[in-house]
């Protein structure tokens, strides 16, 4: 039997290898995006994307993050999950078509493809979730690499035939459904009965644990989008174009949590066989490193963001380094966030990380209202740090108090 050591080691090289292809592969992607189409073009693609991210609350009810706590512990019904998390998906879908159809009045048939795209990827995430809940990450770096290689593949053909947004998107959509057909051959392979006669009170069971995380999780939806929403309606497409420049690099950046994704299983079952020494140790270890590697990082960001910023995008992109320092410095605190509320998800203390979620969206939401339109679009950058921040502080505020575990940690002496 491998020990924890070993079972953290696999998964970090497979998922470590995927996010190194992923975050190579979605660079070329956004720098080719970004000069294809330029600064507005791109500013209203990522606000249809972001409009379409906060009407996807619809859809997204946190059963991923139940699924792989719950499979993780007892895989008999692993069947019986997964019909219910699709049964969900597929009514929740049509409340998201419906909704855009009432709300939206203009670009409709660019924000209709963008949601089919999104839709297509939340639910690959279901079958990915089973395969976490497997720790079986070889699979998720086949499935996910698919996406991926058809992302590119998208790019490349809308260029060369020089095609418009709603192409992109639509071949984008096409990508995701190649990846849901991989991660179905990846669970067949590993026994999973991939449907099973539907449980409606297990349905309601998942939907009634799983509304502490729908909450986070449509905080963190709301959270992801609304500073694009808002800078859109204060400004024009071209600031959305700015700011998302700088965005995509946070985004390259974020490949930091996927240790959140590793450890997560691990957490859980540590927590679970009552492991505490083991979990403390877990938590210095991450802790440590990732403050010993990434604050040299961004004091360099800090130091050369300008020059960055141009030699990926171009001189037109030299606004984006204005904000490109402040979103960085809130990827970092977010990793801590999410690694920090992960401990409370293993207890089953969803609450406590949906008030420090909710505390962060109101700051955001606050800030940005009476910030962007008077500082413009590089404030947003800093209302996110400031955010992330005020939410973490709030977990680590509980941590004294979980439980009766102790199970707080400290950095080494």
């Not at 000069?35 to 209203?44: D, K």
């Not at 079958?127 to 990450?137: F, K, N, P, R």
Request: with cysteine; aromatic share 14%; net charge positive.
């Amino acid at each position: 039997m491998k020990t924890t050591k070993e079972i953290l080691v696999k998964n970090t090289l497979w998922l470590s290898s995927l996010e190194l292809i992923s975050k190579v592969v979605m660079f070329f992607v956004t720098v080719s995006v970004v000069r294809y189409f330029g600064a507005a073009n791109f500013g209203r693609l990522n606000y249809a994307q972001s409009f379409v991210g906060i009407i996807m609350l619809l859809s997204d009810f946190g059963l991923n993050t139940i699924l792989i706590r719950d499979i993780a512990k007892d895989k008999t019904r692993v069947s019986s999950y997964l019909t219910s998390a699709i049964v969900v998906k597929a009514f929740s879908s049509l409340l998201v078509f419906a909704a855009l159809f009432v709300v939206v009045r203009t670009d409709l048939s660019l924000f209709f493809l963008v949601a089919l795209f999104a839709l297509a990827g939340s639910t690959a995430a279901i079958y990915t979730a089973v395969l976490s809940a497997y720790e079986a990450m070889q699979y998720i770096f086949i499935t996910r690499l698919v996406h991926y290689c058809g992302v590119l593949t998208s790019v490349l053909l809308v260029i060369y035939l020089n095609l418009d947004l709603h192409y992109l998107v639509g071949f984008y959509t096409i990508s995701s459904l190649l990846s849901i057909s991989v991660a179905l051959y990846s669970l067949r392979s590993l026994g999973v009965k991939l449907v099973a006669k539907h449980d409606s009170d297990l349905t309601k069971k998942l939907l009634i644990q799983s509304l502490p995380i729908f909450g986070m999780l449509a905080i963190n939806q709301v959270y992801m989008n609304i500073d694009t929403v808002m800078i859109r309606h204060s400004f024009s497409t071209i600031e959305v174009g700015y700011y998302q420049a700088a965005y995509k690099i946070l985004f390259a950046f974020q490949a930091i949590n996927l240790i959140t994704v590793v450890t997560f299983p691990r957490i859980s079952s540590l927590y679970h066989s009552a492991d505490y020494a083991k979990l403390k140790k877990l938590a210095r270890l991450v802790v440590s490193a990732m403050l010993g590697i990434f604050v040299p990082f961004l004091l360099i960001i800090y130091m050369y963001s300008p020059y960055i910023t141009t030699r990926i995008y171009g001189a037109s992109y030299q606004p984006s380094a204005t904000v490109l320092p402040y979103l960085l410095t809130a990827g970092l605190i977010g990793f801590f966030k999410v690694f920090t509320g992960n401990f409370f998800l293993a207890a089953n203390k969803e609450k406590i990380v949906f008030r420090a979620s909710l505390v962060g969206l109101i700051v955001n939401i606050s800030l940005n209202y009476f910030l962007i339109p008077n500082y413009g679009f590089t404030i947003a950058g800093i209302t996110l740090m400031i955010s992330e921040a005020a939410a973490l502080i709030l977990l680590l505020a509980y941590l004294p108090h979980f439980a009766s575990k102790k199970l707080t940690y400290h950095l080494p002496e």
